[in-house]
């Protein structure tokens, strides 16, 4: 004997209502488990917002159409005509992946798809690891786009997603050199060190001493010479005097 097929919530199935009551109808979508689905969640043209005052305005005997699992229960299994979301409040945590379509571009971001009862908005800063000035330089209305979910706010109906959390961190250029071999700068000397007080007036006082002895060496010579020629003169004159004495 084939074992029955598991069923599982938000699957579709085609269905036969089997018999329609007060709260609702009766389908068999195959399983042994009865399937009923609540007028409440009957669909009436195709509009979930048009109101329904008995299921037999949408359902009758005998009609074929499509249901999705609204919920599984032991002793039944609950059925719907709404589409259900692709992700519920509950199932929507920070971290995890999720794929959608972009459906609006803003100055400030992009909203996009992902199923929800709301769009996630991707703000412009979470876009790229590098600059962007307006969303149309990364996206497209209609592009798939995978994000991360970055935080979830279920009573302001908000969801906070980024594609640069599922992008590398680039790597940071290398500086660049300017100029090499002959346009290579030639280095700068290091800038003599700051002398103090002290080492000024000492410098100073060495200079002055090192000027003196060099004058010194000049002028001691000179005066020599100097010398020399007075006792040349005077023996001269003496010579001149005793010989106009004879």
Wanted: proline letters at 5%.
């Amino acid at each position: 004997m084939e074992q029955e097929k598991e069923i599982k919530t938000k699957e579709r199935y085609t269905g036969t209502v089997l018999k329609t009551t007060l709260q609702g109808a009766l389908v068999d979508i195959g399983s042994k488990t009865p399937a009923f689905i609540h007028i409440s969640q009957a669909v009436k043209d195709g509009d979930t917002r048009k109101p329904i005052n008995s299921i037999e305005e949408v359902l009758e005997k005998g009609q074929v159409m499509d249901f999705w699992v609204k919920r599984v229960r032991k002793d039944r299994i609950e059925l719907t005509m709404k589409e259900p979301l692709g992700l519920e409040w509950r199932e929507i945590k920070p971290g995890m992946t999720v794929k959608g379509t972009v459906i609006r571009l803003e100055t400030f971001g992009v909203f996009l798809e992902i199923g929800a009862e709301r769009p996630g908005l991707i703000h412009i800063s979470e876009l790229s690891h590098s600059y962007v000035r307006t969303p149309s330089e990364v996206v497209r209305e209609g592009d798939e786009v995978e994000a991360q979910v970055l935080e979830v706010n279920r009573r302001k109906k908000q969801i906070k997603l980024s594609v640069k959390a599922l992008l590398e961190v680039p790597e940071a250029p290398a500086p660049e050199l300017h100029g090499s071999g002959k346009d290579k700068p030639e280095e700068e000397s290091a800038p003599e060190p700051e002398l103090t007080a002290m080492e000024i007036a000492m410098r100073q006082a060495m200079e002055k001493s090192e000027g003196e002895e060099a004058l010194n060496a000049i002028q001691k010579p000179r005066k020599k010479k100097d010398a020399d020629s007075e006792q040349n003169d005077i023996l001269s004159r003496t010579l001149e005097t005793k010989i106009g004495q004879d």
